[in-house]
């Protein structure tokens, strides 16, 4: 017997009085105190799709879900109504990660970038332009404001770390007396701030995209030469850094076989099954790094890779 079933839901919610720091004055020798002060709204669309069949001694099913989030924080609780979550700045990485008024929840924060400085005359010309002090294989900074000059007035939103679409497959199917079930996982429309590309550190090791820096004129239109003197801050946070964290991950499959009742029974076992499985065994992305799937350590470090350990195989 053939059954298909399905499942739509919407939802919007509202939450109001969430936990935010409230800051005081430094004279006031107290650390900030937490007041019940910000709104955020969420919404989305939840879907939920099955289908399961017959053909002789063939039966199989298939289970899909997948859920929609747009996410808007209403009000932040404090008197700008934006906030810094995350920041290096005692390195030339700088704030990251912000919350604002009106924007999703929280967001990558940088600068935009127009590619690498090829020559001395592009150097040059971008010197000229916003009084720096650049040199050819450097990165070429967005004036985003457009005042006339490279500053922090120009960071902006570069991305976040909150998925658009997750979503989950369920496949089975028995035949005779074997089964096979897989279950595969992913998320689409997150990005991934990919924290251990800085280059604001000399002496540490580097993952193989170092091999992809630029060497010379025409070698590298994304990531900038190496070097210990950086005039050009070109390790700044910035879209650099932001990397597509969509995936898709085979989180589980299993193949098995069960005896013949007749057999099992024989030796007065009831049912005996051996089976072969395995985690993780394949993961389609577009992410360089260990692993598209980062645990959060807070909800302001969603998407941030700082070299995770990668989930086993």
Known sequence: RSALTFGFDYFKKTTTGML??????????????????????????????????????????????????????IKLGNESGEAIYENAGATGLGPYVKGK????????????????????AEADAYNAAYSKNARPGDVR???????????????????????????????????????LSMFFQGTIGNDIFDYSMRGDIPAMN?????????????????LPRMTNANPNGNWASSDLYIKDGSYLRLKNIQ???????????SVSIQKFRVYVAAENLLTFTSYDGFDPEIASG??????????????AR
Do not use: C, H
């Not at 006031?28 to 919404?43: F, L, T």
């Not at 924007?103 to 001395?120: A, H, M, R, S, W």
């Not at 193949?255 to 029974?265: D, E, F, K, M, W």
């Open 206 to 222: 580097r993952p193989a995209w170092i091999l992809d820096r630029w060497t010379g004129e025409g070698t590298s239109n994304r």
């Open 141 to 179: 900074f967005v004036d985003y404001n457009n005042d006339g000059k490279i500053d922090d007035d120009d960071r902006t939103k570069i991305g976040k770390g909150m998925p658009d679409w997750t979503y989950g497959i369920n496949l089975g199917a028995e035949w005779k007396n074997f089964d």
């Open 101 to 120: 008024n009106g924007e999703v929840f929280p967001f990558f924060y940088g600068f935009k970038t127009d590619g690498i400085l090829q020559n001395q």
């Open 255 to 265: 193949l098995g076989y069960t005896l013949p009742n007749a057999i099992s029974r």
């Open 298 to 311: 807070g909800y302001t470090t969603i998407g941030i890779d700082r070299g995770i350990y990668p989930q």
């Open 20 to 73: 935010m720091d409230q800051p005081i004055p430094r004279y006031g020798g107290k650390e900030a105190p937490i007041a019940n002060a910000g709104d955020m709204e969420n919404s989305g669309l939840e879907f939920e799709l099955g289908y399961r069949g017959r053909a002789g001694e063939f039966t199989y099913f298939i289970n899909g879900n997948a859920s929609y989030l747009t996410n808007k924080l």
